[in-house]
Nanobody, 125 residues
Framework: QVQLVESGGGLVRTGGSLRLSCVVS????????MGWFRQAPGKEREFVAG????????SYADSVKGRFTISRDGAESTVYLQMNSLKPEDTAVYYC??????????????????WGQGTQVTVSS
């Protein structure tokens, strides 16, 4: 049974930083791609960043390029999302996701099979 557990969310002021973590247990032998998505109130869930576990190739949404960095630690089966220069529009529930097939780093949530419970990030102005 695959489990993804996020942590690191919280309340931060505009311009501040947070680092989200996602620990993956179970099914690690099929670790193809990890992704971070977010969902703000009244909005659809959107892609934030993704990383190919084997190659380390990354992909980012235009809205977070240059501010967010996704990385992974194979030994700890953990993926991170370092978020700098946070803005109020970054406020959302952030979800970690795992894709168990294929190559590349897709931006569609339907390409990912496993999801965490989410962690709230709130950026005050």
């Amino acid at each position: 049974q695959v489990q993804l557990v996020e942590s690191g969310g919280g309340l931060v002021r505009t311009g501040g930083s947070l680092r989200l973590s996602c620990v993956v247990s179970g099914g690690t032998f099929s670790m193809y791609t990890m992704g971070w998505f977010r969902q703000a109130p009244g909005k659809e869930r959107e892609f934030v960043a993704g990383i190919s576990w084997i190659s380390g190739r990354t992909s980012y949404a235009d809205s977070v390029k240059g501010r967010f960095t996704i990385s992974r630690d194979g030994a700890e089966s953990t993926v991170y999302l370092q978020m700098n220069s946070l803005k109020p529009e970054d406020t959302a529930v952030y979800y970690c996701s795992k894709r168990n097939r294929g190559i590349g780093v897709p931006a569609s949530e339907y390409e990912y099979e496993n999801w965490g419970q989410g962690t709230q990030v709130t950026v005050s102005s």
